[in-house]
């Protein structure tokens, strides 16, 4: 959940590595540093500031045209400079910077101290330079040192080293936490993201799982043996940059249009009523044979796969739910031989949801990915799936890749319910819904004004209920996951149809309830939830479409309709909206939510 950056070149790595830290760090931010080689020793300075600290405090460092660096997300020891990487050996000749989790960590730090090493910090990671420190005291090159070292550890790694003794290389390593190589004119640049490559080269090369790989300027070796080519990514440096917006989640709330149109390109066949998913290369014959559809993802991801299961079950007929990965993977699950499970991950790297893929493997499932990074682990890991093309997202707080999710599982229910029972006049009218999409989400951002004015009542709350039921439900779940991450109030989601069996005793008149409507066979009983929250003093805003009287409601927010199937979709959009404004007024630090990095690479 850190961010990597390294360079070797001929030019002077200090600015390339403050600045490819400046673009990862919405991966983590408690606390930054550099190591850099010159003149046979090393120049390391790290800190628990942000990275526009860190610049000031390396100002006088230069000269040196090989170093690595790295922004953190505490997991072993708190944010303090000692626990900052990069990491020394006590000879400060070997520099790692780590992301993962050292599992054996205390083993080896209690065999390094009976050794007489000294360990300065509470990181895991520090054991790592001590380790390859001794490996290299024994000779060999540092790619044997980095490897007998990893020899004896147990977790996960996306490592990169740095031996003041050897300027001319660097060596990285990856097992579970991902690492990507960038390939310049005799220079070479590692990160754990695309973002800290795209403004130096579109040439890019994945370290695949257990590999390491021998950097050098002029090209780059890995453990595979294989000549591996590298692949051009679509990424621009623009694609990174604020353009004028106040934050990126602002800016990603604002691209939604433009990412649910690239999402749905090429996809739609309004004539035939269905959708055409390339990648999932699946025939009509292996669709029809699927019997139940589970999606697997953490957070916003599981949450989008609640609203995909529903729109399974609606459209095709087909039994479906969906599950936290970290739960599905620990509890032994049954494999269904017949089931289609779907890994949802917007960055392509989240820990628990890849190892729920390759549990998937090892037992016969049938696992496709949908995640929005192309060459990340989970999309390497999967035969096939379906790219969620909602563009490089940077806020912590997941929003157009949301959309983007709804949009594709919408687009699986079609094909779905196509090879079953979904008739063509009804596939017809979903792929016009489909397509009209894009422009229904601008008119719900056009009310951003208008849900602003709302934000000072959630500025004020200390609680919030977020309530709906069936299409509401997973609605109502990621409208309260965005409130809490963001602006710290505290926010609940319940069942409508719960709030009689225990929740009710919370409500009060300080306690507002944001109550979801779609205009569904179920909108008179949502309607009801309203009158039970009224009667005992609690304020209400209701999220309803257009048309849709809500009497008794404090406040209401309309959206367009897209149909009842597709309304969940437009419905999260005024609870981001309501989120952001509300965070805005009580002045947070929106894209970096306290405690909470972006992509979760670690347990």
């Known amino acids: 959940m850190c961010g990597i950056v390294g360079y070797l070149g001929r030019r002077p790595a200090l600015p390339i590595l403050l600045e490819g830290l400046r673009r990862l760090e919405y991966r983590g931010y408690d606390s930054a540093g550099v190591a850099l080689a010159r003149d046979g020793r090393l120049l390391v300075r790290k800190a628990a500031v942000r990275v526009a600290e860190l610049t000031r405090l390396t100002a006088n460092l230069a000269g040196s045209t090989t170093g690595i660096a790295h922004t953190r997300w505490a997991t072993h020891g708190p944010a303090t400079a000692t626990n900052a990487h990069p990491h020394t050996d006590a000879g400060r000749r070997i520099a790692v910077v780590h992301n993962g989790i050292i599992e054996n960590a205390t083993a080896l730090r209690t065999a390094l101290s009976a050794s007489g090493v000294r360990l300065v910090s509470d990181t895991d990671s520090e054991v790592l330079a001590h ?199 620990y509890r032994n699950p049954v494999v269904d031989p017949d089931c289609l499970y779907v890994a949802v991950s917007q960055s392509g790297e989240t820990a628990d949801t890849l190892a729920t893929v390759e549990e998937l493997q090892r037992k016969g499932g049938r696992v496709v990915g949908a995640v929005n990074v192309v060459g990340s682990a989970i999309a390497r890991e999967c035969d096939s799936g379906v790219f969620l093309h909602a563009g490089p997202e940077i806020s912590v707080a997941s929003t157009k890749a949301f959309t983007n999710m709804a949009v594709a599982f919408a687009l699986l229910a079609l094909t779905l319910g196509r090879v079953r029972d979904l008739s063509l006049a009804e596939g017809r009218r979903i792929a016009g819904a489909l397509a009209e999409l894009p422009e229904r989400i601008g008119q719900v951002l056009a009310e951003s004004d208008r849900i602003a004015s709302l934000a000072g009542r959630f500025a004020d709350a200390e609680h919030v209920f977020f309530l709906g039921r069936v299409r509401g439900w997973p609605v109502a779940r990621e409208g309260a996951q965005k409130l809490k991450e963001i602006s710290y109030v505290h926010a609940e989601a319940y069942q409508a149809s719960e709030l009689k069996h225990g929740p009710l005793a919370l409500v009060d008149p300080a306690m507002p309830s944001v109550v979801l409507i779609p205009d569904d066979e179920l909108a008179a009983k949502n309607l009801g939830t309203i009158e039970q929250v009224k009667a005992r003093g609690g304020p209400v805003v209701a999220v309803t479409t257009t048309g849709l009287a809500v009497p008794g409601a404090d406040e209401v927010v309309r959206i367009p309709s897209a149909g009842p199937e597709l309304d969940p979709v437009l419905l999260t959009i005024p609870l981001q909206l309501l989120a952001y404004h509300t965070a805005r007024k009580l002045g947070r630090d929106i894209d970096k939510p306290r405690n909470l990095a972006k992509s979760v690479t670690v347990e």
């Open 131 to 329: 380790l390859i420190a001794a490996a290299a005291e024994r000779g060999g090159t540092l790619t044997e040192a980095v490897r007998a070292a990893l020899a004896d550890v147990e977790g996960t790694y996306g490592l990169l080293v740095l031996d003041a003794e050897r300027p001319d290389v660097l060596v990285a390593a990856r097992h579970g936490s991902p690492l990507v190589l960038g390939l310049g004119d005799h220079e070479m640049f590692v990160a754990s993201d695309l973002a800290a490559l795209v403004r130096h080269t579109q040439q890019v090369v994945y370290l695949e799982d257990g590999e390491l790989a021998t950097i050098r300027a002029d090209g780059f070796e890995t453990s595979g043996g294989a000549d591996r080519q590298p692949t051009v990514v679509e990424e621009v440096p623009g694609d990174y940059e604020l353009g004028g917006y106040p934050d990126y989640m602002a800016k990603e709330i604002a691209e939604q249009p433009e990412a649910a149109q690239r999402v749905l390109r090429g996809r739609l066949d309004e004539r035939l009523g269905t959708a055409r998913l390339d990648g999932l290369r699946f025939t009509a014959r292996e669709l029809r044979g699927i019997r139940r559809v589970k999606f697997l993802g953490c957070g916003s991801a599981y949450y989008a796969g609640q609203v995909g299961a529903g729109l399974v079950e609606e459209l095709a007929r087909v039994p479906a739910d969906a599950e936290p990965a970290a739960e599905f993977r």
